[in-house]
């Protein structure tokens, strides 16, 4: 079975300081791995997947196999970084993804 | 990309009645799903909503209890039947291409049940 975790429920950092959000994950198979945020009073939406390597408003995630992670990485936090931010997994059969239980980032002025 | 558009947005039930959730996506997408977000906890799937056939359900779903329409490639339907309090949720639909890797969602029907 698969399974994504998100060890920080909460996750508060002062602006301008790096930030890290934890995930790792179980699955039998190759599965993809992709990041959703959630602003305030938004719905939920992509923020990047690991098969595209690319950047995303200074966030980047590095896929780890042999450490099952896919940590969440931005050099220096903006305020408007604050957010709910999941980590999912999609299944190579079936296409269904996955959802972390979510960490709250709060980015303090 | 995709807009989904659920209705109701919210609504407050009585224990023992059914609603059912409507979504409608803007354009023409190969997979939706159905989520629940419970208060201070992740997203859930609850089952794939096949068209034309019946859905596939999550472990810990059954049809009895949620059942699931998906007459075409934009429209599914999602009832929460029997309800208890403990069904009181956020609902999400939401659909990909296949394999495009990017989920759309919609903003959600937020369920009380007294």
């Known amino acids: 079975a698969q399974r994504v975790t998100q060890p920080e429920k909460l996750l508060s950092v002062f602006k301008g300081a790096p930030v890290e959000l934890k995930c790792n994950y179980s699955?039998?198979?190759?599965?993809?791995l992709f990041w959703y945020v959630q602003y305030s009073r938004q719905r939920l939406q992509l923020l990047l997947r690991?098969?595209s390597r690319e950047s995303i408003k200074g966030f980047t995630a590095d896929l780890n196999k042999g450490e099952t992670s896919f940590h969440l990485k931005k050099p220096f936090a903006q305020e408007e970084d604050s957010a709910m931010y999941y980590c999912?997994?999609?299944?190579?059969?079936?296409?269904?993804?996955?959802f972390g239980t979510g960490t709250s980032l709060t980015v303090i002025p | 990309s995709a807009v989904i558009s659920q209705k109701p947005s919210r609504d407050i039930c009585q224990r023992g009645t059914s609603l059912t959730i409507q979504c409608q996506v803007d354009?023409?997408?190969?997979?939706m799903f159905w989520y629940r977000q419970q208060p201070g906890q992740s997203l859930t799937l609850i089952a794939t909503?096949?068209?034309?056939?019946?859905?596939?359900?999550e472990s810990g779903f059954v049809i009895d209890k949620f059942p699931i329409s998906r007459p075409n490639l934009t429209f599914s339907t999602l009832t929460v039947s029997n309800m208890s309090p403990e069904d009181s949720s956020i609902y999400l639909c939401?659909?990909?291409?296949?394999?495009?890797?990017?989920?759309?969602f919609g903003e959600g029907s937020r369920l009380t049940v007294l």
């Open positions: 699955y039998s198979g190759s599965p993809e």
């Open positions: 354009s023409q997408v190969t997979m």
């Open positions: 909503a096949n068209q034309g056939s019946e859905a596939t359900y």
């Open positions: 690991h098969i």
């Open positions: 939401s659909a990909s291409g296949w394999n495009t890797g990017e989920l759309f």
């Open positions: 999912a997994l999609q299944a190579n059969t079936g296409n269904q993804f996955y």
